[in-house]
């Protein structure tokens, strides 16, 4: 089994799954949709061509460094200035960071990681205003997408590392596994980009954790030189 890795942190992110028309809002982690959408973009292919290749990918993300959630609201008028828009909003994730994953064939994977690493089309997190910033492949490993995320180290900055506590609970959501219970369905699973006939399905999805030490935790504690004298 084959995995690729990658990393998905970027000052803005936006990874909608059920915008409408003047409300486009983002989920909390990566949909598998955007992240498909990303390496196809990566590999050349366009909207109106088949994902074939892409569609079989078992995915996972694990919430490295949540973010928090930032409201942008955009207006718009005719060149002319004589006709107004709807006034839209729009919400992103800021200052986040995440851990995906995807599984299939070895071969698919190698060139899909090429592919990253010298992308035919520019590279997003979910939306063309987020590009995403430092190293996104983090190469194709011999694991698979729940043994990858639990095992893989934390990708979180050192600013938010300093911040947290020195044991850290993260968050996984995965494909859920034929057979395996799962209570969400997620309308992210693409069959076609096509603007004209643009398609998705529901999937069902697992969600988990794990705990990871963080070396970098700087509490409170460490730097009150009262705290020496105890009680």
């Known amino acids: 089994m084959s995995v690729l890795l990658l990393r998905l942190a970027g000052p803005l992110q936006a990874w909608g799954a059920s915008s409408r028309f003047a409300h ?3 989920e909390v982690a990566p949909t598998k949709s955007g992240v498909i959408g990303l390496l196809a973009a990566a590999k050349g292919i366009r909207r109106t061509e088949p994902l074939t290749d892409l569609l079989g990918l078992e995915f996972g993300v694990r919430l490295d460094q949540p973010g928090q959630i930032l409201r942008d609201f955009q207006t718009a008028r005719s060149l002319d200035g004589r006709a107004s828009f709807p006034l839209t909003y729009r919400f992103y994730l800021a200052d986040a960071a995440f851990l995906a994953a995807v599984s299939g064939e070895h071969q698919l994977l190698l060139g899909l990681a090429e592919a990253l690493k010298r992308p035919h089309f520019p590279l997003y997190l979910g ?5 995403p910033v430092g190293l996104v492949c983090l190469g194709v490993h011999d694991d698979t997408v729940d ?10 900055a050192d600013w938010h590392r300093r911040k947290a506590a020195r044991t850290v609970r993260l968050e996984i959501i995965r494909d859920a596994r ?7 369905t997620i309308a992210d699973e693409p069959l076609t980009f ?13 969600r988990g954790h794990v705990d990871v030490d963080n070396d970098l935790a700087d509490h409170a504690a460490d730097h009150d030189p009262f705290s020496l004298l105890g009680g």
Not at 178 to 184: V, W, Y
């Open 147 to 156: 043994g990858a995320l639990h095992s893989w180290p934390w990708i979180a």
């Open 24 to 26: 486009r809002g983002t």
């Open 194 to 206: 096509d603007p004209a006939h643009r398609r998705h399905t529901w999937r069902a999805v697992h």
């Open 178 to 184: 034929p057979g395996e219970p799962s209570l969400e």
């Open 127 to 131: 939306r063309r205003s987020c590009p």
